[in-house]
Nanobody, 124 residues
Framework: QVQLVESGGGLVQPGGSLRLSCAASGRTISGYTTGWFRQAPGKEREFVSAISGGFGRTDYADSVKGRFTISRDNALNTVHLQMSSLKPDDTAVYYC?????????????????WGQGTQVTVSS
């Protein structure tokens, strides 16, 4: 079992930055693919970014490439999502998830463990 707890969400103005964290317990997070997904009101959950276990390959949705950076701190058993140049369209609840598949990392169904989510609101 892997327990995931997200933190770092909040209210930020357009163009601002936030760093989300996903703290894992129960297992070593570097042994899993860890993904970030988001869900806005009335919309389906969508893939944002993922980092593979081990070497740490990364992947991003086109909508966040160049603005978001995913990273992992093995010592803290935590995955971060640094978000910059935020836009109102980035407003959503952000979830982290852990699973065994890198090839399917863009699909929510491939993840076994999920956090409770953290709200990100981008508004002036």
């Amino acid at each position: 079992q892997v327990q995931l707890v997200e933190s770092g969400g909040g209210l930020v103005q357009p163009g601002g930055s936030l760093r989300l964290s996903c703290a894992a317990s129960g297992r070593t997070i570097s042994g899993y693919t860890t993904g970030w997904f988001r869900q806005a009101p009335g919309k389906e959950r969508e893939f944002v970014s993922a980092i593979s276990g081990g070497f740490g390959r990364t992947d991003y949705a086109d909508s966040v490439k160049g603005r978001f950076t995913i990273s992992r701190d093995n010592a803290l058993n935590t995955v971060h999502l640094q978000m910059s140049s935020l836009k109102p369209d980035d407003t959503a609840v952000y979830y982290c998830a852990a699973g065994r598949s890198w090839l399917m990392s863009g699909r929510a169904a491939s993840y076994d463990y999920w956090g409770q989510g953290t709200q990100v609101t981008v508004s002036s």
